[in-house]
């Protein structure tokens, strides 16, 4: 990393949270054909398209929030 970029990178992470986010996520943008991008969101859109037809016709397996919630504790505790 330049001396450059290392210093920009060390005003960058001195910002407040939302701003480092938005230049995070500018930055991003910036890496991303405008095709990819469309066809990212397609994809995602598709995922989600199917996940709720699964629910609607009964196929998912859903588990309670509470239960969820001790399975993740539980796995944290274990490391």
Not at 26 to 52: G, H, M, P
Not at 58 to 76: C, F, I, Y
Request: proline share 4%; aromatic share 2%; glycine share 2%.
């Amino acid at each position: 990393m330049s001396p450059e970029t290392s210093d920009l990178l060390k005003r960058a992470l001195a910002l407040p949270v939302d701003e480092r986010a938005a230049l995070a996520n500018t930055l991003l943008d910036t890496l991303e054909s405008s095709n990819e991008s469309v066809s990212l969101q397609e994809a995602w859109d598709a995922e989600v398209a199917r996940r709720i037809a699964d629910l609607k016709a009964g196929k998912a397996v859903t588990v309670p929030w509470e239960e969820l919630h001790r399975e993740l504790l539980a796995m944290v505790n274990e490391r």
